[in-house]
């Protein structure tokens, strides 16, 4: 919801954890768990607020390897909001490692952000949910605020828009009402 979203923010952002700001990063671009973990500074151009998706991450028993994004369409750029902007620039300014997302100054684990997260939510006595979710919250955000389903695929790196439509328009009740009241309000 959006109420449990408002109160994962602030407690991401309040945090003394800088890593958690990944999860604000992940509900406002859509980030995939690997991509978010596997970015790095140089990945984001400050001047034009452009963030470049080209690796991603996984665990293996060998720790964290990098490849290429899960597929073609998954490498893209994302324009970022200038809110988030602000908040990176202070972030790197303080980081002392070339990933965005770190712990004493060492990329973090897939495994270990998903605890991470699971750890949050339980503090916050929100119900479980995976880390994905926060991609799916995006989606819904972003089509709710009346993003197009053409731009959201492009964003979310999907090939085309109706694996975006299939996977992630599955509208809210509250969000139906709000806009059946809105048809109303024409009669």
Known sequence: TIAEQKRIERAALESHKPKLFGIVLCLYTGLRIGELLALQWKDIDFAKGLLNVCRSCHDTTDGL?????????????????????????????????????????????????????????????????????????????????GMDVRTLSEILGHKNPTVTLNRYAHSMLEHKTAMMNRLGKLL
């Open 65 to 145: 390897v990098f490849d290429e994004p899960k597929t073609t369409s998954s490498r893209r750029i994302i324009p970022l909001p200038e809110q988030l902007l602000t908040r990176l620039k202070r972030i790197k300014k303080s980081s002392k490692s070339d990933f965005v997302v770190s712990e004493d100054g060492n990329a973090v684990l897939v495994r270990c952000y998903q605890r991470s997260f699971e750890l949050l939510l339980k503090r916050l006595e929100i119900m479980h949910r995976g880390f994905h979710s926060l991609r799916h919250t995006f989606a819904t955000r972003a089509l709710e605020c």
